[in-house]
C-alpha cells in the first residue's frame, strides 16, 4: 500500500519574528486601531472638562457651589449666579419633549406601520432634510413666523381663560419668551425623534407582526401591543438623544427666548438659556471674572448634559432588564 503523501509545515517563527507577526496580524491592527479611537474620545472629553475647570477656577474661587443656585446676574457689580440660565435651559428643553414626543412617535409609526412605502420614503426625505437646516433658520421663523401666530393666538386664549388660567399660563406675553423658545426646539428636535424611531421600527423582525396577526389581532394592536414594545429601547433613545441636542441649543433659542436672566413660573415670561448666555455675552466678557463666570456655566451645562444622559442610559437598562423578563 503506498503511503501518505507528507504534507510540508512550514516552520512557525519563533521570539522576536513571533512577536511582531502578531503584533501585525490583521485582527491585532484592528482591535488596536478601535482602542485608539475609544481612547481618544476618552482623552478629548477628559480635556475638555479640565479646560473648562481650569477656566473657571476665579469663579468657582468666589462663589463656591453658590453659583448653581444664585439668582444674579450683574457684571458690573461682579455678582454672578447661573440659577435662571439653568432654570431657563431645563424647562425650555422640557417644554420642547413635552411637545415633539407624541407628535414624533406618533408620525414615526404612522411612515414604518401604516403609509405606503412610497408615502413613507419621500416623507422621511423630507423629515431628515428637516433635520439638516441650520438652527439660525429655525430662529427666523421663530421670530417672523412663530411669534406673530402666539401674539395672535395666546391674548384670546388668555382672555377666555380669565381666571381660570393655570400658574403657567399668567402674566404679560410679548412675544419672545419660554413658551416660544421650548416650541422653536420642539420643531427642531422633532425630526430626530421620527427618523431614529422610524429606523428602529422598521428593524422588528417581521415574524412578530405575522404571528400576532394570526392570532387575531387587528393591524394596530400588533402594532402598539407588539411592535412598539420590542422596539422600546430604541424609541427612549432617540428621545434621549432630542433631549441632548435640546440642551446645547444656542441660536435658535437666542433668538426666541427673550434672553432676560429672570426666573419665573409662567411660560409666557421671557427667560435664558445656558448656551444663549455664553453665546450673548462672552465676547464682551472683560476682566478675569467674568469670562470665569461664563466658562463655569459652560462647566454646568456639560455637567447637566453628562447627568441626564447617565440618568437616560439607566433607564433605558432598566427598562430593557424589566422587558428581557
Sequence with gaps: MASAATIPQTARPRGRASFL???FSGDSMAQALAFSCATLILAITALLVWELWQHSAASRDKFGIGFLATSAWNPVSGQFGALPFIYGTV?????????????GVGAAIFLAEMAPPKLSDGMTFLIELLAAVPSVIIGLIGILVLVPMLLTVVPPIKDALGDNAPFFFSGPFY?????????????????????VSREVLLAVPRDLREAALALGATRWETTWQVVVPYARRGIMGSVFLAMARALGETMAVTMVVGNSPTISHSLLSQGYSMASVIANEFSEAIGNLYPSALIEVALALFGITIVLNAVARLLILATGGKQAK
Design 91 to 103: 424647562v425650555t428643553s422640557a417644554l420642547a419633549l413635552l411637545l415633539a414626543v407624541p407628535f
Design 175 to 195: 412675544g419672545p419668551s419660554i413658551l416660544a423658545a421650548g416650541v422653536v426646539l420642539a420643531v427642531m428636535i422633532a425630526p430626530f425623534i421620527i427618523s
Design 21 to 23: 507577526s502578531r503584533m
